[in-house]
C-alpha cells in the first residue's frame, strides 16, 4: 500500500488474536495468605515497589495497597513509579503500561508478572503502519492514548489518558491544530464530539468496551430506573448516548462515591468493582450488559489480558528477576518527550 491510499477508511488493522483464559490453580485460605506473605517478603527484599491497575484482579490491588504500592490508571503507576524511591517497579497490568514506566523510570527495573500479557488497542496500531498513516498527513498533530506502544509514542506529539484528552484537545483546537487521533475510535469520536476539533480518527477500539450493547443496556435500565448509568468513553456511540457520567477509570469511580444514587450501572472492566466496592461499599454495582440474545453470559467486560496476571506469577518473578521490561534508551527518550508534555499540561491546569 502506497502512503498516498493510507486514509482511515483504508487502513486494514492487523487480527487482534485474544489469548487462552489462563488456568490460575485455586488457592485454600491458608494457600493464599502464605503466599502473600511471601511476596510481601520478596518485595522487600527485592527494594521493590507493586503497582497495579484498576483493571487487575483484586486480591493483586488489595495487596499493591498492603505493600504500600498503589492501584491508579496506567499514567499514574507510572508517575507513582518516578517518586518512590524503591529501585524495582513490579507493574501487573499489561505491557504498554511497564513499557510507559521504563520510559518514565529508565534507571529502575521493570518486572511484569507476563510479558504476553498485551492490549487490543496496541496491538491494532503497530507502530510501521501508523508512523506511514502520520506520515502521510505531516499538517496534522498526532495525539496517542497511553494504551500504545513506545514506538507509537515516540511517533507522536502527544500521549494523553482518558481523564485529560478532552482538556489537551481543547487546547490544540483553540489553537487551530489539525489532529490525528489514535488508536480507540470510540473515545475519539467522543472527545470530537465534546471539542468540536478537526480530527482524523484511526479505527482502532478495545475489544472490552467495544461489546457493550444499547439495546441490553435499555433493558436493564428499565429494570433499575433509579441507577446511575456509568460509562467509559471507549464504549460504542450508542452505549455513551445512555450515560449518566462519561469519564476515566478514575471518573468512574469518583461517580461512585459522590453521586447521591445506590444503584450502578458500569461500563468497563468488571475489575473496577474492587475499588467502587472500597469507597462505596454500601451500594449496589450492576455489571452493563456486553452480549445479547443467545449469549453464554449477560456480561463479559474483563480484559482477557488483565487476567494474565496473579500471585502466583508475582511471586515468580520476585524470586527470579524475569520478565524485566526493557526499552531502548534512545527509543526512550523519544516516546519520554509527548509524555512529558502531557505531565507538564496537567500540573498548568492544576495550577
Not at 527494594?47 to 484498576?54: D, K, Q, R, T
Not at 475499588?275 to 449469549?295: F, N, S, Y
Not at 480484559?303 to 534512545?330: F, R, Y
Amino acid at each position: 500500500m502506497q502512503h498516498s491510499d493510507l486514509t482511515a477508511d483504508a487502513i486494514v488493522l492487523p487480527k487482534v488474536v485474544t489469548p487462552d483464559h489462563p488456568l490460575v490453580p485455586k488457592l485454600s485460605i491458608e494457600e493464599e495468605t502464605a503466599l502473600k506473605n511471601h511476596i510481601k517478603d520478596l518485595l522487600k527484599r527485592n527494594n521493590a515497589v507493586l503497582v497495579a491497575h484498576y483493571y487487575t484482579d483484586g486480591k493483586i490491588q488489595n495487596l499493591a495497597e498492603e505493600t504500600g504500592g498503589c492501584v491508579a490508571d496506567s499514567l499514574e503507576m507510572a508517575r507513582f513509579g518516578m517518586e518512590h524511591p524503591a529501585r524495582t517497579l513490579v507493574v501487573a497490568g499489561v505491557r504498554f503500561m511497564g513499557e510507559t514506566s521504563k520510559i518514565l523510570n529508565n534507571d529502575k527495573r521493570i518486572l511484569m508478572p507476563d510479558l504476553s500479557a498485551t492490549c487490543s488497542l496496541d496491538d491494532c496500531c503497530p507502530a510501521d503502519l501508523f508512523s506511514a498513516f502520520c506520515d502521510n498527513h505531516p499538517d496534522h498533530t498526532v495525539v496517542v492514548y497511553a494504551n500504545t506502544s513506545a514506538r507509537v509514542k515516540a511517533r507522536s506529539d502527544w500521549v494523553v489518558t482518558s481523564g485529560i484528552a478532552l482538556e489537551i484537545i481543547k487546547y490544540l483546537a483553540k489553537n487551530g491544530e489539525k489532529i490525528i487521533w489514535a488508536p480507540d475510535r470510540h473515545l475519539g469520536r467522543y472527545i470530537q464530539s465534546q471539542t468540536g476539533a478537526e480530527m482524523i480518527l484511526w479505527p482502532g477500539s478495545c475489544i472490552v468496551h467495544e461489546e457493550f450493547r444499547a439495546v441490553a443496556l435499555q433493558r436493564i435500565r428499565k429494570l433499575h430506573p433509579a441507577a446511575a448509568v456509568l460509562v467509559h468513553p471507549e464504549s460504542p456511540h450508542d452505549v455513551i448516548c445512555q450515560a449518566d457520567v462519561v469519564g476515566s477509570t478514575t471518573a468512574l469511580i469518583k461517580a461512585v462515591g459522590n453521586m447521591p444514587n445506590t444503584e450502578f450501572i458500569v461500563a468497563t472492566d468488571a475489575g473496577i468493582f474492587n475499588k467502587m466496592r472500597q469507597i462505596a461499599p454500601g451500594k449496589t454495582l450492576i455489571e452493563a450488559p456486553t452480549a445479547g440474545d443467545g449469549a453464554t453470559c449477560q456480561s463479559c467486560a474483563h480484559c482477557p489480558w488483565m487476567e494474565m496476571n496473579s500471585l502466583q506469577k508475582l511471586a515468580h518473578i520476585l524470586e527470579t528477576g524475569e520478565n524485566e521490561i526493557l526499552v531502548d534508551a534512545e527509543l526512550a527518550a523519544k516516546a519520554s518527550i509527548p509524555i512529558t508534555r502531557m505531565l507538564n499540561f496537567s500540573k498548568m491546569i492544576r495550577l
